[in-house]
């Protein structure tokens, strides 16, 4: 029903990328999501299966273990992991994506060397921790304190709704070292055994696989080594890091929403009613080309904007364009998966049932609908 990903962008390594990661998602995750759904967890063991397959590694320098790559192959990644069926297990496997990368632009080389390479294999897991009780997207006013003491830096306050946050080796945190505002922003790895770091499992609405936490630091004495990039520089470089997750966000969007057009068509197809398929009814057709149209045209930014940052540019506002767009086709093709499933899509085990529940923290992730509005405003208007 949609049509074959542009050859214009997608090159033959590109659909065996693909092909790789739809395998590990249908095998490795697919058939245990029911499960580590009611659990609210998944095996640790899934990142050493996920690097072992190539997929953790993306995007980082090669000196590290990583695999450097262009848009197009991390947007894969992102599309083709919604075949799990599960938004929780894929956040929390991939929480380095935007736990890691600070790191990897801004860290020592010394930095760099120590943990990279544990995160990559599979054998470490990475966190970022920057929204707080006090606030969410105003990253400016942030209030957790790092106060400098000799060798260390001593950290004090909280962080909110932190994915992986109980089982992350290591948290890249935005910190205050100086002044009010984005001046005195800085980042700090913290590890995750530090003493006088606690943290506190938070229950949601969807993500349920996915760990998810409030941390608590009280006098933690971090190494001053541990400084990502320059005191008082941070806020750039979480700026940087929206701009990627963001573009994650939507390319997943669009991935969940391709997984609700196949569900709802497969059931449609099957399901007879008053004497026919539902298939044949105008009304669910209309509602099944309603879905693949808004994806076709997900698709089609989301290749642009791709193309656009392999050739050097920072599309900002369009970026915070398509995150919106693409959460908004995420939410219409779940809405209407749901409603053509009928009883069977409000029934708990059902996949369209699970990303129903998971449309929202997508919404709210990277900066919620209000915030991209007004950050695309402030470069337009």
Same mark, same amino acid.
């Given at each position: 029903?949609?049509?074959?990903?542009?050859?214009? $962008? $997608?090159?033959?390594?590109? @659909?065996? /990328?693909?092909?790789?990661?739809?395998?590990?998602?249908? #095998?490795?995750?697919?058939?245990? *999501?029911?499960?580590?759904?009611?659990?609210?967890?998944?095996?640790? !063991?899934?990142?050493?299966?996920?690097?072992?397959?190539? =997929?953790?590694? =993306?995007?980082?320098? @090669?000196? $590290?273990?990583?695999?450097?790559? +262009?848009?197009?192959?991390? %947007?894969?990644?992102?599309?083709?992991?919604?075949?799990?069926?599960?938004?929780?297990?894929?956040?929390?496997? /991939?929480?380095? #994506?935007?736990?890691?990368?600070?790191?990897?632009?801004?860290?020592?080389?010394?930095?760099?060397?120590?943990?990279?390479?544990?995160?990559?294999?599979?054998?470490?897991?990475?966190?970022?921790?920057?929204?707080?009780?006090?606030?969410?997207?105003?990253?400016?006013?942030?209030?957790?304190?790092?106060?400098?003491?000799?060798?260390?830096? *001593?950290?004090?306050?909280?962080?909110? $709704?932190? #994915?992986?946050?109980?089982?992350?080796?290591? /948290?890249? *945190?935005? *910190?205050? #070292?100086?002044?009010?505002?984005?001046?005195?922003?800085?980042?700090?790895?913290?590890?995750?055994?530090?003493?006088?770091?606690?943290?506190?499992?938070?229950?949601?609405?969807?993500?349920?696989?996915?760990?998810?936490?409030?941390?608590?630091?009280?006098?933690?004495?971090?190494?001053?080594?541990? =400084?990502?990039? !320059?005191?008082?520089?941070?806020?750039?470089?979480?700026?940087?890091?929206?701009?990627? @997750?963001?573009?994650?966000?939507?390319?997943?969007?669009?991935?969940?929403?391709?997984?609700?057009?196949?569900?709802?068509?497969?059931?449609?197809?099957?399901?007879?009613?008053?004497?026919?398929? =539902?298939?044949?009814?105008?009304?669910?057709?209309?509602? &099944?080309?309603? %879905?693949?149209?808004?994806?076709?045209?997900?698709?089609?930014?989301?290749? +642009?904007?791709?193309?656009?940052? +392999?050739?050097?540019?920072?599309?900002?506002?369009?970026?915070?364009?398509?995150?919106?767009?693409?959460?908004?086709?995420?939410?219409?093709?779940?809405?209407?998966?749901?409603?053509?499933?009928?009883?069977?899509?409000?029934?708990?085990?059902?996949?369209?049932?699970? &990303?129903?529940?998971?449309?929202?923290?997508?919404?709210?992730?990277?900066?919620?609908? !209000?915030?991209?509005?007004?950050?695309?405003?402030?470069?337009?208007?």
């Amino acid at each position: 029903m949609l049509q074959a990903p542009n050859p214009r $962008y $997608y090159s033959a390594d590109h @659909e065996a /990328f693909r092909a790789t990661v739809r395998r590990f998602f249908d #095998t490795e995750v697919a058939p245990h *999501v029911n499960d580590w759904d009611e659990a609210e967890s998944f095996p640790r !063991e899934l990142y050493r299966k996920a690097a072992d397959a190539g =997929l953790l590694q =993306l995007g980082f320098p @090669e000196a $590290y273990g990583g695999v450097p790559c +262009d848009a197009f192959f991390r %947007m894969i990644l992102c599309e083709e992991r919604a075949w799990g069926g599960s938004g929780g297990v894929a956040s929390g496997l /991939f929480s380095h #994506t935007i736990g890691a990368p600070p790191i990897a632009a801004a860290g020592s080389e010394a930095l760099k060397a120590r943990v990279l390479p544990g995160i990559l294999s599979g054998d470490k897991i990475a966190a970022l921790a920057i929204t707080e009780p006090s606030g969410g997207s105003d990253v400016a006013q942030l209030g957790t304190t790092a106060r400098r003491d000799g060798d260390v830096y *001593v950290v004090n306050g909280g962080k909110l $709704y932190i #994915t992986s946050g109980m089982r992350a080796d290591y /948290f890249t *945190v935005a *910190v205050r #070292t100086g002044g009010p505002g984005a001046g005195g922003v800085s980042l700090l790895l913290i590890e995750g055994d530090t003493p006088g770091l606690t943290r506190t499992p938070l229950k949601k609405m969807g993500w349920w696989a996915s760990d998810t936490a409030e941390l608590y630091f009280a006098d933690c004495r971090v190494p001053a080594s541990h =400084l990502i990039g !320059e005191e008082g520089r941070g806020f750039a470089v979480l700026m940087r890091n929206f701009n990627h @997750e963001r573009l994650a966000l939507a390319a997943a969007a669009c991935g969940y929403a391709r997984v609700c057009l196949h569900d709802a068509l497969e059931w449609a197809r099957q399901r007879r009613s008053f004497g026919q398929a =539902l298939s044949e009814h105008p009304v669910i057709r209309h509602k &099944l080309v309603d %879905m693949a149209t808004r994806i076709e045209a997900t698709r089609s930014m989301l290749d +642009d904007l791709a193309a656009r940052l +392999d050739d050097g540019e920072s599309p900002v506002a369009q970026i915070a364009m398509v995150k919106n767009f693409a959460t908004q086709t995420f939410q219409f093709c779940a809405d209407h998966a749901v409603q053509i499933l009928g009883g069977m899509g409000f029934m708990r085990g059902t996949r369209v049932e699970r &990303l129903y529940r998971e449309v929202k923290v997508m919404m709210i992730g990277g900066g919620a609908e !209000e915030v991209m509005k007004d950050l695309i405003a402030k470069r337009l208007i």
